[in-house]
């Protein structure tokens, strides 16, 4: 009897260790596709006035792409914004950066009104997509 339940419980653990190998390679695949679709959005960054800084890829189960982009606070007054999103709103992942710049500019200014430098913005794409905005160089991260 002991001897069925340990050759079902084998059994049991091979099939899980198989499903678990088949989603993360799946996982992983999106995730690489992901990365691809966003390797199109940074050159069009760039026409924008935010420059590549760094560049940086986690190679993991779920691998992720991290990009630090700078730019001038000068290019980016809300009325520039607004029109930025104007002629970006059917990208949505460029779209998601400038309402993230925008949003993070207009909680600045009611904090302080000072623009400290650099505009930092931080993308890291992996199956779930993060955009940070830093107005000045954070100390701790």
Request: charged share 25%; glycine share 4%.
């Amino acid at each position: 009897m002991i001897d069925k339940v340990q050759k079902a419980l084998q059994e049991a653990s091979l099939y899980l260790k198989e499903q678990a190998g088949s989603f993360s390679g799946t996982a992983r695949d999106k995730a690489y596709q992901l990365i691809d679709d966003w390797l199109a959005v940074f050159p069009k960054l760039e026409n924008y006035g935010l420059r590549m800084n760094s560049c940086a890829l986690s190679a993991a189960i779920s691998p992720a792409l991290e990009v630090e982009m700078l730019g001038d606070h000068q290019q980016f007054p809300p009325e520039r914004l607004d029109e930025i999103i104007q002629e970006i709103k059917t990208d949505t992942a460029l779209l998601s950066v400038f309402k993230t710049i925008r949003t993070t500019y207009n909680i600045h200014r009611k904090i302080n009104p000072i623009l400290n430098e650099p505009l930092i913005v931080k993308i890291k794409v992996r199956l779930s997509p993060e955009i940070k905005v830093y107005v000045g160089e954070p100390l701790i991260e």
